[in-house]
């Protein structure tokens, strides 16, 4: 089983990211998905997520109207597009397959996980 996110970097306030994740053929198709950050010194934590058809996602309140979620079950990718950003929006980001259809805020309802992708958001 393999995730490989992508599109991480150096951005303004205010700028505008699109993280994307893969997964090896078969790995996700029926599995919810999650993205999930952790700021320096601080514990990892739920951003949003989507089910295994896209249909139902969930977002992290301090991100709604900023962050959207979306899958592409045909190209085994989940997309994280982020505007508006802030400087607390620093942080490493790692997408993770669920146990289950649906996504969770927990992160033991994940039974695969990515290398993680830095997004550095400057003032």
């Known amino acids: 089983v393999q995730l490989q996110a992508s599109g991480g970097g150096l951005v303004q306030e205010g700028g505008s990211l699109t993280l994307s994740c893969t997964t090896s053929?078969?790995?996700?198709?029926?599995?919810?998905m999650g993205w999930f950050r952790q700021a320096p010194g601080k514990e990892r934590e739920f951003v949003g997520g989507?089910?295994?058809?896209?249909?139902?996602?969930q977002i992290l309140d301090s991100v709604k109207g900023r962050f959207t979620i979306s899958r592409d079950r045909a190209k085994n990718t989940m997309r994280l597009q982020m505007t508006s950003l802030k400087p607390e929006d620093t942080a490493v980001y790692y997408c993770?397959?669920?146990?289950?259809?649906?996504?969770?805020?927990?992160?033991?309802?994940?039974?695969?996980w990515g290398r993680g992708t830095l997004v550095t958001v400057s003032s």
């Open positions: 053929r078969g790995t996700s198709s029926n599995n919810g």
């Open positions: 993770a397959v669920s146990i289950s259809a649906r996504s969770s805020t927990r992160q033991d309802a994940y039974r695969y």
């Open positions: 989507a089910s295994w058809n896209g249909e139902t996602t």
